[in-house]
């Protein structure tokens, strides 16, 4: 496995693989790799035939007083796990040669990125597709990869990419839980041992939608409501929200609807922690 | 020559000739097509084995009350003139199929946009930066010819490019000029015969400008001031900036310098006409 930290080499590689016809298939990540980036860089090895991690704790994409600073680096780990899941290059650039000094051309996303974590997280999204575009122009990917986990995210770079014209293919690849159902995030690790008690409540707020919605007695307002109810019985959990949404908008549905797909979303803060969870649901 | 309105078709194209290991110039212009355009052809003719042509009046440039419903469309005349400046393929697209109903993610310049062309035209830059990445996203070329012309626009680019990680390279191609100096532009046919008369008043401006650098005897200010003199002289050229400025940053030089260089850089409205042109100076 190669390992690159300038945008150059990695697209020197890239390049030769092409040339080679070899399909290539990116992995963006921040580090801190756990088993849901293994499973990305598992389904990329298995889809193409070049498969380039990225591990870049993004500044631009934190807000203040969030926890870039304390955001776990763990780059030897990374590498073994990257190399573990099948990659073949993976860039590890510094921030100073993701940004120079007087960087200030922004990739800015619309609609999709105001509401839920755009809301709570204001030029988050900016970030994320400012980044994600650089990282594609470095890695110049024939398909890239990102997980389900987050749900917002990966339906604004599908929209980036196709309302840029991006030369990618995106694919979307399914959260990766813990034996309780706790969503896997290189944030769990900042949980306490009584917060990491109670985190399994989020996935079992997500069942708890899943049900509702396949017997399809309930509104979506209605299945909303006893997610953030399954939440709360804690007293652990603070709600940022707990909506159930068309999931190629992210528009709130209110009224009771028959056979419509819709994606369940949850933010919550538990201690310093803000976690995320997502469930698809077709009501029945 | 091969004429696309489909993304996908010009990609099809520009793949196969990427795989015969052909090197593909792009020259994106919004038709209405004069020799200066046709110089960009050229150039990409001669650096590259594979050229293709953009014609799309991009709406998204324009803002309210400019001249985008009037600006010319002379869609064949501009495909003969393609094809004799040596292009292989044009893409001709329909804004229906560059902007979807719901697009909404931009690509937004900094600091380079907030002055001359950006503070008279609000969002031009952005409505350029975003349809230049679509057509680089679209065409995916080595290198993409820009004119010199358009001056602020080349350097937004470039930074674009160098921000963004752009796999593309960017050549900028000289000015070409009507025989009394008046820089070819797509909106000069807009020019009445009394006041096409006095247009070449701005390339007199700036060999006044020139002649001054070079001579070292003025300031950058001084400069400036005898090229807005030269501009007014004839009462009817309206200027809107004449400025000299750092070539990288557009930063208007004040104080008296040796040896360094300079642009100076002009926007008159003429009539209902806006035009621009500039020049490189050095002081010597």
Redesign the interface.
Same mark, same amino acid.
């Given at each position: 496995m190669i390992v690159e930290q300038l945008?150059e080499a990695v697209?020197s590689h890239v390049r030769e693989a092409k040339r080679q016809g070899r399909i290539v298939g990116c992995v963006p990540t921040m580090g801190a790799l756990h088993d849901g980036h293994c499973s990305l860089i598992e389904q990329a090895r298995r889809d193409c035939d070049f498969v380039v991690g990225t591990i870049f704790v993004n500044p631009t994409q934190f807000g203040p007083g969030e926890d870039f600073s304390r955001y776990p680096r763990t780059l030897e780990a990374d590498l073994d796990r990257c190399r573990a899941a099948g990659a073949d290059l993976v860039f590890t650039p510094a921030a100073s040669v993701m940004y120079?000094d007087?960087? %200030?051309?922004?990739?800015?996303?619309?609609?999709?990125a105001t509401v839920l974590e755009g809301a709570i997280r204001p030029g988050h999204f900016s970030g994320v597709?400012?980044v994600v575009?650089?990282?594609f122009?470095?890695t110049?990917p024939d398909v890239a990869f990102f997980g389900q986990k987050d749900f917002q995210q990966q339906l604004i770079i599908r929209?980036?990419v196709? %309302?840029?014209?991006?030369?990618v293919r995106i694919v979307t690849c399914p959260i990766i839980r813990e034996s309780d159902g706790l969503a896997m995030s290189s944030r769990n690790r900042y949980l306490t041992e009584t917060e990491r008690a109670v985190a399994g409540d989020i996935h079992q707020a997500l069942r708890e939608a899943i049900r509702l919605a396949d017997c399809g007695e309930c509104s979506a307002a209605e299945v909303a409501l006893q997610m953030r109810r399954r939440l709360e019985r804690s007293g652990q959990l603070q709600v940022q929200y707990a909506v159930v949404a068309n999931p190629e908008t992210l528009e709130e549905y209110q009224t009771e609807e028959r056979g419509i797909e819709a994606v369940a979303l949850i933010a919550v803060q538990l201690g310093s922690t803000r976690l995320i969870d997502n469930a698809l649901l077709r009501f029945g």
């Open positions: 945008p697209r120079q007087d960087a %200030d051309t922004v990739v800015v996303p619309g609609q999709l597709t400012t575009t650089k990282l122009g470095i110049e929209r980036m196709r %309302d840029l014209n991006l030369a």
